[in-house]
């Protein structure tokens, strides 16, 4: 059977590794612990195609009814 | 006392173990009787003064508080024999089945315990729930008929409903359950979900009882000077008897037989003693037959300890009545009883400024209105000024710095509230008048948002007590800042019923009145404005209708927008429309349109909308009071009654309607035959017999559109003929109440009757009456109603409108608690998360949940129904029409 690549579905939002520094200026912005973040699993089919690890913090940016576009923040947790 | 602070890290639940409950217990409970004849408690009963006091005067035999001081304290019974708590059965049901009825080792070898002791610690690591893993190891414990540790031959333990366990026809004592709890090893306890400091298997087998203190189950002195003990006493009482015959019983060496009905009977007390609604036992009931509130009912559901007394409760400063109407109050005010204001008080503290003032209130007293019913001293100690005998004394010794506790006079805030609350306006703040007789009265412009009307509806008033709330309802929660609802970004507030049908009146097309009429319309309704120019006729001076709603409009509001009662035509005729729908406002003047629901009506008012947005919620409230003071007052005046002759159609109509009727039941016949010999064609997707209902209920329901649209069509062209329309009418167009389909109902044909969705199927086999052939699919057979309310329905049209109706009001009722549940499901959920002032949405523990509110961190009350911009509004407001409508409507897709 076909593999198919879910990112490339148009209902799967953008989701992007943020580097260390890039993920710290989030937190520092937000004045949180990366424990106040939402969390991702890092059995979700997208963090696994990623090929990151547990605390990567993860940027999703989605289509937004009403905004236009939405970016979220999540931290890769474990099951 | 002082007061250490301490922060609570964390709450953890366990099992008393019987060591504990001797050690908490102040007193070993004895004897079943509780006072002597001189009334004085009985030591070792289970009023005994050690554990704690509950008549005022008298000082605790254990920690020496009086009442209030002490907390009360606890005592035990020793039970005869053991006992199994009913809270636990379930636990040991699934433990007793998953260990060795010899050793005590769960049923599995060591291996596999060990690799769940691993899951278990992986889970507790990742902050994960373990109870899954333990279900999981209970149930695969289950199943081996030979222990691996031991190798004993394991029996099929059956639980019988509530509290016996019975093994191979041989009942297992309570004795026998504990026995075999105990011998379950520390380790085994662990993997089992026992966290061994504060909790051991056996522990779920009582042996002793604690006895709650006396503070906990208080007795009343009736007015007869009789005691009434609590129920929990009553209880106690029961316990303690048999356990007193079950002791002498076995120290006797009475039979087995005896022994064991005993026994039994003391497990029935303990068990109704925790939960008296167990399945499978009969309640413990009164003397009078009332079932007993034992411990479980005590704290279970709506009137529970939790719902009822922590989540929830009852307050002072507050009043409820019946609501009535006033329609020449202003929308922020409520109308408050005198009774009530003289009930209710606001502290104000003494000043330099305002002391004489309040010295006078005082010298007034509770029952001269505008007075006072208590003075606090500093201290905070208050004196009533009902009880006192000389007011005089008093108003002496008031001072800078005390407070008075005055009446509710004029303007004071109050919060006035309708349950059920479901939304943020169903507590709104108003400003106290005062009046006469003995209802709140409100404004009917907010009606909608309490979702009040004065069939009998009660409300809530509280008096605000400080100036910091004071300052933040008035800011915060005043009716006029409510006008726009966070849930669609349009109005809530706004006019209703008569609203509507006289702002109809006042601005259609040829609405004028003499000046004269004018004037005193103008004085009535408060509007102190400068007159425009008058139209001659005849030589006399008119205003029109248009000219006098413009005086309460902004001077420099432009607002172009098609009214309620627009018919939607393919071309619209803008400001040339026949029934003058295309709405106008230039420079604050109506120019053209009607003003209806679309004006300032509640949920759908667009004049309304843009006054808030533009103006302000002054402003808006400004134009509320007077718009609709205005259009009542027009409508009293030209007067707006309707009757059963609104609904009349010629009988030209009634022909035409009559044999649509009968094309629709040919039709339908048609459908039938061509079904029976099989031609019917099938929709795509569909049985047969799906199709044919579809097409028969297509074809009844185009009928009966067709022949409202008939029925309209007359109504309408009447009005036209005669120059005149038809109140009803009027209220259908405008908005104002009921809709078209209620008046082609009354005048051409009601419809079909449906039951789930279906026509109606359900009666005997293979119909729905017994007037009709078996397998009659025709529309009459099935529940179509041909005639229209106003000629009336034959008896089996009746029956079957009964049975439409039935489900309607089962589905709101099942509706109502359904949504009921959901929304306080949702509340416990969401009560504590907040918009943080950066935009982010956190909980309390600073988890976040949204990066933004809502993704555009819009407070969706100042939006434009949803939207953060409407260019096309903006637009057409300042150009009018020189751009085509239809191509921007295009561009952002309407709304
Ligand atoms: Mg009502
Ligand atoms: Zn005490
Ligand atoms: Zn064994
Ligand atoms: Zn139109």
């Known amino acids: 059977m076909a593999r198919i690549d879910i ?5 799967v939002p953008k989701h992007e590794v943020l580097s260390e520094e890039e993920a710290n200026k989030i937190l520092e912005k937000l004045n949180i612990t990366k424990g106040q973040l939402p969390k991702i699993l890092i059995t979700d089919p997208v963090v696994k195609k990623l090929k990151t690890d547990v605390g990567a913090v993860i940027k999703i940016s989605r289509t937004s009814r009403t905004a236009g576009t939405s970016t979220f923040y999540r931290v890769v947790v474990a099951e | 006392m002082r007061i250490i602070p301490k922060k609570i890290e964390g709450v953890k639940f366990g099992l008393l173990s019987p060591d504990n409950i001797r050690k908490i217990s102040e007193v070993r409970v004895i004897t079943a009787d509780t006072y002597d004849e001189d009334g004085y408690p009985i030591e070792g009963g289970l009023m005994d003064p050690r554990l704690g006091v509950v008549d005022p005067g008298l000082k605790c035999k254990t920690c020496g508080g009086r009442v209030g001081e002490c907390p009360g304290h606890f005592g035990r019974i020793e039970l005869a024999r053991s006992v199994i708590h009913v809270g636990y059965v379930k636990q040991i049901n699934k433990i007793i089945r998953a260990c060795c009825r010899k050793c005590g080792r769960i049923l599995l070898p060591d291996v596999e315990i060990e690799e769940y002791r691993t899951q278990i610690k992986k889970a507790k690591r990742v902050g994960k729930s373990e109870l899954p893993i333990i279900e999981e190891l209970l149930k695969s414990a289950k199943t081996p008929k030979e222990c691996p540790h031991c190798g004993e031959e394991q029996a099929d333990i059956k639980f019988e409903k509530p509290t016996s366990f019975v093994e191979d026809r041989n009942r297992l004592s309570p004795t026998d359950v504990r026995e075999r709890l105990e011998r379950i090893k520390n380790e085994d306890a662990e993997v089992l979900g026992f966290d061994l400091e504060v909790a051991r298997p056996e522990w779920m087998v009582l042996t002793v009882l604690p006895v709650p203190p006396v503070t906990v189950r208080p007795s009343i002195t009736l007015e007869s000077g009789e005691r009434s003990e609590d129920d929990l006493t009553h209880k106690l009482v029961d316990i303690l008897r048999i356990n007193q015959r079950l002791l002498e019983n076995i120290e006797a060496g009475a039979p087995q037989l005896i022994i064991e009905d005993l026994w039994e009977l003391l497990q029935y007390h303990i068990t109704t003693y925790f939960n008296n609604e167990v399945a499978g036992v009969p309640p413990a009931r009164h003397r009078s037959g009332r079932p007993l509130k034992t411990l479980t009912q005590r704290l279970k559901g709506k009137e529970g300890r939790f719902r009822s007394n922590l989540s929830g409760k009852r307050v002072n400063f507050s009043a409820r009545t019946v609501v009535s109407p006033d329609p020449n109050m202003s929308i922020n005010e409520v109308g408050v009883p005198m009774l009530i204001a003289k009930e209710l008080t606001v502290p104000v503290r003494v000043t330099h400024n305002n002391i004489e003032y309040l010295k006078q209130i005082v010298k007034n007293g509770p029952d001269k209105y505008p007075g006072a019913n208590y003075v606090e001293r500093p201290d905070g100690n208050r004196v009533s000024l009902g009880k006192v005998k000389k007011i005089e004394e008093v108003l002496e010794r008031i001072e800078v710095g005390w407070k008075v506790h005055r009446h509710l006079i004029d303007g004071d805030v109050v919060m006035f509230n309708r349950q059920p609350s479901l939304h943020r306006m169903s507590i709104m703040a108003h400003e106290v008048k005062v009046m006469p007789y003995k209802t709140f009265r409100l404004n009917l412009c ?18 605000i007590q400080g100036e910091e709330a004071r300052a933040e309802a008035r800011v915060l929660m005043r009716v006029q800042e409510q006008i726009l609802s966070p849930r669609f970004g ?6 209703i019923h008569d609203h509507i049908s006289g702002a109809y009146l006042l601005t ?12 005193q319309i103008l004085f009535i309704s408060g509007i102190d404005e400068p007159l425009p120019e008058p139209i001659l006729e005849n030589g006399r001076r008119y205003y029109t209708g248009k000219q006098l ?3 309460i409009l902004p001077k420099d509001l432009n607002l172009v927008y098609q009214a309620k009662i627009c018919k939607k035509h393919k071309v619209c ?13 230039r420079n604050g003047q109506l120019l053209s349109g009607v003003m209806d629901e679309k004006s300032f009506g509640a949920f759908a008012g667009e004049l309304l909308d843009r006054i808030v947005k533009d103006y302000g919620t002054d402003e808006a409230r400004k134009f509320l009071d007077r718009a609709t003071k205005l259009v009542i007052e027009v409508i009293s005046r030209k007067g707006f009654s309707v009757g059963i002759d609104d609904e ?10 009559e044999e649509i009727m009968d094309r629709a039941e040919a039709k339908v016949q048609e459908l039938i035959t061509a079904y029976n010999e099989g031609i019917l064609e099938r929709l795509p997707g569909r049985t047969i017999e799906e199709t044919l209902e579809m097409r028969i209920m297509q074809t009844l329901s185009e009928a009966r559109d067709k022949t409202g649209t008939i029925a309209n069509e007359y109504l309408e062209q009447e009005s036209y003929i005669k120059g005149k329309d038809n109140n009803s009418r009027i209220m259908a167009v405008s908005g104002a109440r009921g809709s078209l389909l209620n008046l082609t109902q009354m005048s051409a044909c009601v419809g079909q009757q449906a039951v789930r969705g279906e026509r109606i199927m359900r009666g005997y086999s293979e119909r729905t009456l017994p007037h009709f052939k078996r397998g009659d699919r025709g529309s009459k057979a099935k529940g179509f109603v041909k005639a229209c309310y106003k000629k009336g329905l034959d008896p089996l049209e009746y029956f079957f409108h009964a049975m439409g109706g039935r489900e309607g009001l089962v589905d709101t009722a099942v ?34 949940v949204e990066f933004k509110h809502g993704e555009d961190g819009a407070d969706p009350a100042r939006t434009d129904w949803g939207r953060i911009v409407n260019t096309r509004k903006i637009i057409k407001s300042i150009v009018h029409e020189s751009i085509k409508d239809e191509s921007i409507q295009d561009r952002d897709g309407g709304r």
């Open chain 1, 7 to 11: 990112t490339k579905h148009e209902l």
């Open chain 2, 446 to 463: 907010v009606c909608p948002p309490y979702n009040a009307d004065f069939d009998g509806d009660e409300m809530n008033l509280h008096a």
């Open chain 2, 490 to 495: 349009g109005p809530i507030i706004g006019g």
């Open chain 2, 508 to 519: 259609k097309k040829d609405t004028k009145f003499t000046e004269d009429e004018a004037f």
């Open chain 2, 549 to 551: 709603f413009s005086l």
């Open chain 2, 573 to 585: 005729k803008k400001e040339a429309c026949e029934s003058d729908a295309y709405v106008v406002i």
């Open chain 2, 648 to 657: 009349d159609i010629p009988k030209e109509a009634s022909e035409r309607i």
């Open chain 2, 815 to 848: 509706r109502t608690s359904q949504s009921g549940y959901m929304q306080r499901r949702l509340i416990n959920a969401l009560q504590d998360l907040k918009v943080e002032y950066d935009g982010t949405v956190r909980d309390t523990r600073g988890v976040i």
